[in-house]
């Protein structure tokens, strides 16, 4: 069983940058790849960005490429996405989520998410 917890959402104005972070219990952190998604209201969960369980190897949507930047530290079961040059499009609420080994970009294939962050890019 895996606990995800995120932080780090806020408002911010377009241009800007945020950092979320996701808190993972368990001792098997490690073992996971960890994705990050959005959903805007109206709209369906969508893929942000991935990461392996070891941090070689990252993923990410088309609409964000350049902008964020995913990144994990297995000492501290954390996983972190890094949103530079925010827009107001990116306006939504970011869960990340874990699943066993391999990365992956559908939603279904998660196992465990946490509850989400609030993300509000103001023009």
């Known amino acids: 069983q895996v606990q995800l917890v995120e932080s780090g959402g806020g408002l911010v104005q377009a241009g800007g940058s945020l950092r979320l972070s996701c808190a993972a219990s368990g001792r098997t952190f490690s073992s996971y790849a960890m994705g990050w998604f959005r959903q805007a209201p109206g709209k369906e969960r969508e893929f942000v960005a991935a990461?392996?369980?070891?941090?070689?190897?990252?993923y990410y949507a088309d609409s964000v490429k350049g902008r964020f930047t995913i990144s994990r530290d297995n000492a501290k079961n954390t996983v972190y996405l890094q949103m530079d040059s925010l827009k107001p499009e990116d306006t939504a609420v970011y869960y990340c989520?874990?699943?066993?080994?391999?990365?992956?970009?559908?939603?279904?294939?998660?196992?465990?998410w946490g509850q989400g962050t609030q993300v509000t890019v103001s023009s």
């Open positions: 989520a874990a699943k066993r080994v391999i990365s992956s970009t559908v939603p279904g294939q998660y196992d465990y």
């Open positions: 990461i392996n369980w070891s941090g070689g190897s990252t």
